[in-house]
């Protein structure tokens, strides 16, 4: 009987197979290590990723805004406005300055994500292109998120002429017009 047992224990640990406890420990402390590193790091490009996405529909809103007045029939602004009245996904809305959407081209609304706020700088909280694509005055969208730790995406009517350009600068909600 001995003999069988210490060939046993010579046969056994190479027909082992599998992890010890401590093993299969070690990887589930590096994998949350790993996952408590990437997580922050990727919410943050996630926000960057609805920002930009946000940023560019506030332009295209504008630009359409002014192509719309620029086409309009009978010489009416077109605006661009927020409305907030659902809390959770603010919405841009294109129409003509009189809201009465009976111009060959119909009004518009767009919808941002839920994970932004909008907010604009005009008065009246609108931009106003007139009929020849001007710009009825200077102002600025504001983009943020809460999720992206301060930064704002901005989209700005820069000339009278009706200009409109994106600014990528964190602290673009800050400015002053006149900066422009």
Known sequence: MLASVSEFRRIA???TKGF???????????????????????????????????????ERA????????????????WVVGVDNSD?????????????LCDEPTPCQRVRLNNFVTA?????????????DGRARQLGRFVVSSTYSQGENRCVVVSTLI?????????????????ED
């Open 119 to 131: 907010a604009n700088n005009f008065s009246g909280g609108q931009a106003v292109f007139e009929s």
């Open 162 to 178: 009706g200009t409109i350009r994106k600014d990528n600068d964190p602290a673009c909600a800050g400015g002053t017009d006149a």
């Open 87 to 99: 809390p959770n996904v603010p919405t841009l809305v294109i129409q003509d300055e009189q809201g």
């Open 62 to 77: 504008l630009r359409t805004a002014r192509t719309n007045a620029r086409a309009s029939l009978l010489g009416r602004a």
């Open 20 to 58: 010890t406890l401590i093993e299969v420990l070690a990887v589930i402390v590096i994998i949350g290590i790993l996952a408590v590193l990437a997580v922050p790091s990727g919410i943050n490009i996630w926000a960057r990723i609805q920002l930009e996405d946000a940023q560019n529909r506030v």
């Open 13 to 15: 640990p190479a027909q």
